[in-house]
């Protein structure tokens, strides 16, 4: 299992950029495997991103091209970098590994107005 820690979230206007962070810990068989979710008020929790060991990256058509997930060398956290942010992306975000998902972290809150 990994313990995911979030932060890097934010209040910005439309059009404006974030970068969150998850500080992960736990085996490199959990760590080659990452996703980001993001869960709005009354909806479901929803994939954004993935990595994984091969450094490929899969994005679903509501964020391509505007979100970029990354990771450090050790593979100790995990980056989305977040562009042209749009309103309907407010949410509370958070990661977990696609391997071997613990238990879920206390997010960051990503809120974007018009």
């Known amino acids: 299992q990994v313990r995911p820690v979030e932060s890097g979230g934010g209040s910005v206007q439309a059009g404006g950029s974030l970068r969150l962070s998850c500080a992960v810990s736990?085996?490199?068989?959990?760590?080659?495997?990452m996703i980001w979710y993001r869960q709005a008020p009354g909806k479901e929790r929803e994939f954004v991103a993935r990595?994984?060991?091969?450094?490929?990256?899969l994005y679903p058509d509501s964020v391509k091209g505007r979100f970029t997930i990354s990771q450090d060398s050790a593979k100790n956290t995990v980056y989305l970098q977040m562009n042209n942010l749009k309103p309907e992306d407010t949410a509370m975000y958070y990661c977990?590994?696609?391997?071997?998902?613990?238990?879920w972290g206390q997010g960051t809150q990503v809120t974007v107005s018009s």
């Open positions: 736990g085996s490199i068989y959990c760590r080659n495997d």
């Open positions: 977990n590994s696609g391997n071997c998902q613990g238990p």
């Open positions: 990595i994984v060991s091969t450094g490929s990256t």
